[in-house]
């Protein structure tokens, strides 16, 4: 979590809301790296976890990322939700609950319907105060700024 909490200040540091996201390969090494990159790419997509997910399977050559673990600061968005179960994440660990846009248990529960074929193991609020400061931080400046 600590990786992501780095990848979340280069995000603050660009004026993006500050989510970082790692992916581990299944040997526990780093093999995707992310934080939120929309405003400067003027991309829809471009959420951490979206990033990081990419650049694993970049790595893996490959888009199935079975063994891997998603970890990221925030709790992911429907998207990111979604995400991780196309690409057959084995877990998704996270920080800070999203209680207005989470979708790994606070608002929808994506990766554990069991409608879907696969449903990643959840690990949630690692290192979340951590992960919860830097966004009230980053909000706060945002609104006295």
């Keep these: 979590m600590r990786l992501a909490l780095a990848e979340a200040r280069l995000a603050y540091e660009a004026d993006e ?3 970082g996201a790692v992916v581990l390969g299944p040997s526990g090494e780093v ?3 992310g934080h939120n990159d929309r405003e400067r790419s003027a991309d829809p997509t471009g959420h951490a976890e979206i990033i990081a ?3 694993a399977a970049a790595s893996l050559g490959g888009w199935r990322l079975s063994g891997c673990t998603l970890v990221v600061t925030l709790e992911p968005c429907t998207m990111c939700a979604g995400a991780s179960v196309q690409a ?3 877990r998704v ?3 800070a609950i999203d209680p207005k846009a989470g979708a790994v248990g606070s608002l929808w529960d994506v990766v554990r319907d069991r409608r879907l074929n ?3 193991e959840v690990i949630a609020e690692v290192l979340a105060a951590d992960c919860a400061a830097l966004l009230t931080e980053f ?3 945002r609104r006295v700024g």
């Design 17 to 19: 809301i500050p989510v």
């Design 93 to 95: 660990v996270y920080g």
């Design 118 to 120: 696969h449903r990643p």
């Design 88 to 90: 057959r994440v084995d």
């Design 139 to 141: 909000f706060q400046h």
């Design 31 to 33: 093999i995707g790296t």
């Design 53 to 55: 997910l990419r650049a």
